[in-house]
C-alpha cells in the first residue's frame, strides 16, 4: 500500500495554521457525513487515523496527516507529501457561524494552497452530486485541479444499482476536465486500490 505510515500533524481551524505549503497534498472533500474519514482511513490502511462518527459534523478541523514518502520540488529537493482531511459541507445542525467559517476556509484553502495537487470528492452513492459536489466539481473544472470521486457506501446499494449510479454520474461529468469517478466501499474495502492509484497520480503527477 502506497498510503500506508501515514501520521497525525495537526488540526487546524485556519488555513494558515496548516503545514508549511511546501511538497504535495491531497484534500478530502465532501458533504457532511459523506464518508470521508472513513475513506481516508481505508485508503491508508489505518482503522483509527482519522475520527469517524455516526453524527454528521465529527470533522471539525481541517486535519494534516503526513506520509512517509517525498515528492521532488521545483528545486529537485525532497519535499514532504500530505493528506488533509476538510470538515463535511452543510450539516445543518451546525450552526451558522460555524458553517459559516468552514465554507470560508474550505474556499480560501482551495483558492490559496498552492501544494494542493487533487481533491478526492466522496459522496454517498445513494445521493450523488448535491449543491456542495457540483460546486467542488465545478471549481475543479475552472482550474484544472484534478479530482477524483469516490462513490461510497456502495455497500448500501446492489452491484447493479451501484454500477448505475457510477454511470448516471459520468454521464454528468465533463470528458474534457480532469475528473475521474469510481465505486468505493470503506466498510467492504471496494475500490481502495483503485482510488489510492488515482491519489498516487495526484501526488505525482
Ligand atoms: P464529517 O466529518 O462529519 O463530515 O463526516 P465524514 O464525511 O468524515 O464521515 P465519516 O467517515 O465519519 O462516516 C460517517 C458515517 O458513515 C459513519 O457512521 C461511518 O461508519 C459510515 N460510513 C462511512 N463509509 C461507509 C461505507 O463505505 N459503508 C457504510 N455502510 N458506512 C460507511
Ligand atoms: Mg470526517
Same mark, same amino acid.
Not at 481516508?40 to 487515523?49: F, I, R, S, Y
Not at 481533491?119 to 452513492?125: N, P, T
Given at each position: ?10 488540526? $487546524?481551524h ?30 491508508t ?7 469517524t462518527s ?14 512517509p514518502?517525498t ?6 529537493q ?7 482531511d ?10 451558522? $457561524? ?14 490559496q ?8 470528492l466522496?459522496a454517498?452513492?445513494r ?6 459536489d ?13 479530482c ?7 455497500d448500501?446499494l ?16 465533463? $470528458? ?19 482510488a489510492?492509484?488515482?491519489?498516487m ?5
Amino acid at each position: 500500500n502506497p498510503l500506508q505510515g501515514a501520521q497525525f500533524v495537526l488540526a $487546524a481551524h485556519r488555513i494558515h495554521q496548516l503545514p508549511a505549503d511546501e511538497g504535495a497534498e491531497v484534500a478530502f472533500a465532501g458533504r457532511s457525513n459523506a464518508g470521508k474519514s472513513s475513506a481516508l482511513n481505508a485508503l491508508t490502511g489505518q482503522k483509527a487515523l482519522a475520527r469517524t462518527s455516526k453524527t454528521p459534523g465529527r470533522t471539525q478541523q481541517m486535519v494534516a496527516f503526513s506520509l512517509p514518502v517525498t515528492v521532488h520540488d521545483e528545486m529537485s529537493q525532497a519535499a514532504p507529501v500530505r493528506l488533509i482531511d476538510l470538515p463535511g459541507y452543510g450539516y445543518a445542525k451546525v450552526p451558522e $457561524a460555524l458553517r459559516e467559517h468552514w465554507r470560508h476556509e474550505i474556499d480560501a484553502y482551495l483558492h490559496q494552497r498552492r501544494s494542493l495537487r487533487g481533491v478526492v470528492l466522496i459522496a454517498d452513492i445513494r445521493h450523488p452530486m448535491k449543491e456542495f459536489d457540483r460546486m467542488m466539481l465545478e471549481f475543479c473544472f475552472g482550474t484544472l485541479l484534478p479530482c477524483h470521486v469516490l462513490l461510497t457506501k456502495a455497500d448500501k446499494l446492489s452491484r447493479n444499482q451501484a454500477q448505475q449510479a457510477l454511470a448516471a454520474v459520468r454521464k454528468q461529468l465533463d $470528458a474534457s476536465t480532469p475528473v475521474t469517478a469510481q465505486i468505493f466501499s470503506s466498510s467492504e474495502g471496494t475500490g481502495v486500490e483503485e482510488a489510492r492509484d488515482a491519489v498516487m497520480r495526484m501526488l505525482h503527477g
